[in-house]
């Protein structure tokens, strides 16, 4: 796999590297309920009818939570989970960050929560076609980060769904790939649903080079792409919980249902760090908020102009009545 890596190359005016260091994350299955049945899910082979209870939760939180800093919630889709919010308020008041994933077709359950200080995230398979398209995902009043998971079929929506979480005013927009374990049995093998892993670095290099809007880019190495600003981490910093209790280290594992008897954050050594679903690439604009003021500034002037041509369209209807006359 070697041969195969390759550094994200971006333009130094426009993008500057942001250091990411991974920090120790528990990520908890809240429910495997859910809603959709995307092809390819991760999760297939586990969705069913379970929750995770709210006892189960804060015993799992208080456990872990002197050597993590960041809860995940997942699923499944969280947002069928009656105690969501309660979950939510209490992973924050452990002062842990908090982030929950959804696939959007929910999302207007989330309106009315605090949601300060939580990073709600939404998987995407595309703008307007699949099962999960940003294009059908309902207008809300919170702004959420927009995870694009590229698959075979969706490779040519990516630009347009970016252009489209702009719009959103959304501050992230993070590009992953999905990896089809559970059918080829390892990360590093394709099928008819999975982008290749060279493909993968060429569209992201590509998407890097043309993308013209105002948000961050997060983006995932999958084992290919390389940042000029790399951490020397290869400890495990990921665990996962289920709703029925059990427990697996590593995400590339949860396919496999290889089920591990404790977590053990920041100790176990991994020769597949840098390919870790935690390792991502971030890039933050420059002039960042003058662009968003420019951009602001446009929409005013549209708006202004609009008005005008109304004012303009009024006064020759008026003129007309008083020709006539
Ligand atoms: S939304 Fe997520 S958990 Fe649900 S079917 Fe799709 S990939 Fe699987
Ligand atoms: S790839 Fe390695 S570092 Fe990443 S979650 Fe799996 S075991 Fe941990």
Same mark, same amino acid.
């Given at each position: 796999?070697?041969?195969?890596?390759?550094?994200?190359?971006?333009?130094?005016?426009?993008?500057?590297?942001?250091?990411?260091?991974?920090?120790?994350?528990?990520?908890?299955?809240?429910?495997?309920?859910?809603?959709?049945?995307?092809?390819?899910?991760?999760?297939?082979?586990?969705?069913?009818?379970?929750?995770?209870?709210?006892?189960?939760?804060?015993?799992?939180?208080?456990?872990?939570?002197?050597?993590?800093?960041?809860?995940?919630?997942?699923?499944?889709?969280?947002?069928?989970?009656?105690?969501?919010?309660?979950?939510?308020?209490?992973?924050?008041?452990?002062?842990?960050?908090?982030?929950?994933?959804?696939?959007?077709?929910?999302?207007?359950?989330?309106?009315?929560?605090?949601?300060?200080?939580?990073?709600?995230?939404?998987?995407?398979?595309?703008?307007?076609?699949?099962?999960?398209?940003?294009?059908?995902?309902?207008?809300?009043?919170?702004?959420?980060?927009?995870?694009?998971?590229?698959?075979?079929?969706?490779?040519?929506?990516?630009?347009?769904?970016?252009?489209?979480?702009?719009?959103?005013?959304?501050?992230?927009?993070?590009?992953?790939?999905?990896?089809?374990?559970?059918?080829?049995?390892?990360?590093?093998?394709?099928?008819?649903?999975?982008?290749?892993?060279?493909?993968?670095?060429? $569209?992201?290099?590509?998407?890097?080079?043309?993308? %013209?809007?105002?948000?961050? +880019?997060?983006?995932? &190495? !999958?084992?290919?792409? #390389?940042?000029?600003?790399?951490?020397?981490?290869?400890?495990?910093?990921?665990?996962?919980?289920?709703?029925?209790?059990?427990?697996? $280290?590593?995400?590339?594992?949860?396919?496999?249902? %290889?089920?591990?008897?404790? +977590?053990?954050?920041? &100790? !176990?050594?991994?020769? #597949?760090?840098?390919?870790?679903?935690?390792?991502?690439?971030?890039?933050?604009?420059?002039?960042?908020?003058?662009?968003?003021?420019?951009?602001?500034?446009?929409?005013?002037?549209?708006?202004?102009?609009?008005?005008?041509?109304?004012?303009?369209?009024?006064?020759?209807?008026?003129?007309?009545?008083?020709?006539?006359?």
């Amino acid at each position: 796999m070697k041969a195969l890596e390759r550094t994200l190359q971006y333009d130094e005016n426009r993008w500057e590297e942001a250091t990411t260091e991974p920090v120790n994350t528990l990520q908890l299955f809240i429910t495997n309920r859910c809603n959709l049945r995307c092809r390819a899910c991760f999760y297939a082979g586990s969705l069913g009818k379970k929750d995770m209870s709210m006892e189960q939760y804060k015993e799992h939180v208080l456990e872990h939570k002197e050597e993590i800093s960041k809860v995940i919630l997942l699923g499944g889709e969280p947002t069928l989970h009656p105690d969501l919010e309660q979950m939510l308020f209490f992973s924050k008041s452990q002062g842990l960050r908090t982030t929950v994933y959804t696939n959007g077709a929910r999302i207007t359950r989330l309106e009315g929560f605090d949601l300060k200080d939580v990073e709600v995230r939404v998987g995407i398979y595309g703008s307007v076609s699949s099962e999960k398209p940003l294009g059908k995902i309902a207008r809300v009043s919170f702004p959420f980060t927009v995870v694009y998971m590229l698959r075979k079929d969706n490779v040519n929506e990516l630009m347009e769904a970016a252009e489209m979480a702009d719009s959103l005013g959304s501050p992230r927009f993070f590009i992953s790939s999905i990896r089809d374990i559970a059918k080829t049995g390892s990360y590093w093998i394709d099928n008819e649903e999975t982008v290749p892993l060279e493909q993968y670095a060429d $569209i992201v290099q590509d998407f890097v080079d043309n993308y %013209k809007g105002g948000m961050e +880019l997060h983006i995932a &190495k !999958r084992g290919v792409l #390389k940042s000029q600003a790399d951490s020397n981490a290869d400890k495990c910093r990921f665990g996962n919980i289920f709703p029925d209790d059990s427990k697996i $280290i590593c995400p590339f594992d949860i396919s496999l249902e %290889k089920y591990s008897s404790r +977590l053990c954050f920041d &100790k !176990r050594r991994c020769n #597949k760090n840098k390919s870790c679903l935690l390792t991502k690439i971030v890039l933050k604009p420059k002039m960042a908020d003058a662009r968003r003021l420019y951009d602001a500034a446009g929409s005013i002037l549209r708006r202004r102009d609009e008005e005008n041509r109304k004012l303009m369209r009024d006064v020759s209807e008026m003129l007309k009545k008083e020709v006539k006359l």
